[in-house]
């Protein structure tokens, strides 16, 4: 079973049509790359999988069977979200704070709630600025912070909503490393992003979503990636150097 089907989603607002009878499967270890263009619906899509609307009709089925499940009260998620506003996504005094709640919110003990944090931190090189208010990082630090945050949640899927963008080279390798990370911890992750040479090298599988479904859903290799139809869709970057990531 893939890790995550979409049978015929449908979305509309006020009778506008934005999704219609969208099906797609995501196989499991994906490191998924979700492109199209500007309001073809990415970021709704991306919300309707994380549960936070729902659709008019069709269904979304995840396989949880191989999720570690942690014991007791504590909380788990399935999905989990990093939004394209990523200020408003901080909310602790402090970086080390910030990190804190995520174990916290989910239930776990105080002790284990500490470890999972200072674990977390020294993971993802943000150890020597724990003490820093959130909103005085920089942007690639704000993000790498949150998915340090989304690294503790154990969820199966991860969502990530243009996570490259307003970013220097600096910062998006800093996010591209935060990104490993969560593969190497197993976890799947479905990025919508315009900027598909970023993240190209790191991808394994690839969605274009366009007139209102996915229009191409493969696995994407180094050697298929010039045989891809970027042109068609309007996806290749005239600007940038040919594949370099
Ligand atoms: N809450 C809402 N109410 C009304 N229309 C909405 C709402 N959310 C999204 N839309 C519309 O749905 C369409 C898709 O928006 P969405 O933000 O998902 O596109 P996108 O592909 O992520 O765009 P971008 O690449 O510019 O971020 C747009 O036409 C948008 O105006």
Not at 55 to 67: F, K, R, Y
Not at 130 to 143: D, E, I
Not at 204 to 224: D, V
């Amino acid at each position: 079973m893939p890790l995550l089907t979409l049978n015929r989603l449908s979305k509309s607002y006020e009778k506008k049509c934005i999704l219609d009878a969208l099906s797609m499967t995501l196989p499991h270890r994906s490191c998924a790359i979700l492109a199209g263009a500007c309001g073809s619906g990415k970021s709704l899509l991306l919300r309707l999988i994380a549960d936070l609307e729902k659709p008019d009709s069709g269904a979304i089925t995840l396989d949880t069977e191989h999720q570690t499940k942690p014991k007791g009260k504590t909380k788990y998620r399935s999905v989990s979200l990093l939004m394209q506003s990523v200020e408003s996504q901080l909310l602790g005094q402090s970086v080390w704070d910030d990190l804190y709640l995520h174990p916290m919110l989910a239930g776990e003990s105080n002790d284990e709630a500490k470890r999972i944090t200072e674990e977390a931190l020294r993971h993802f090189g943000l150890w020597h600025i724990r003490h820093q208010a959130p909103h005085t990082l920089s942007g690639g630090q704000m993000r790498l912070l949150l998915l340090a945050g989304i690294f503790t949640h154990r969820s199966a899927l991860i969502l990530l909503d243009e996570p490259f963008a307003n970013l220097d080279y600096t910062a998006v390798k800093q996010v591209r490393s935060g990104i490993e990370l969560l593969l190497k911890a197993g976890k799947s992750v479905i990025i919508a992003t315009h900027e598909v040479e970023k993240v190209i090298s790191l991808a394994n599988y690839l969605l274009i979503l366009s007139e209102k479904k996915i229009a191409l859903e493969r696995p994407l290799t180094e050697k298929n990636r010039d045989q891809i139809p970027w042109q068609d869709f309007d996806l290749k970057d005239p600007y940038a150097p040919a594949w370099q990531w």
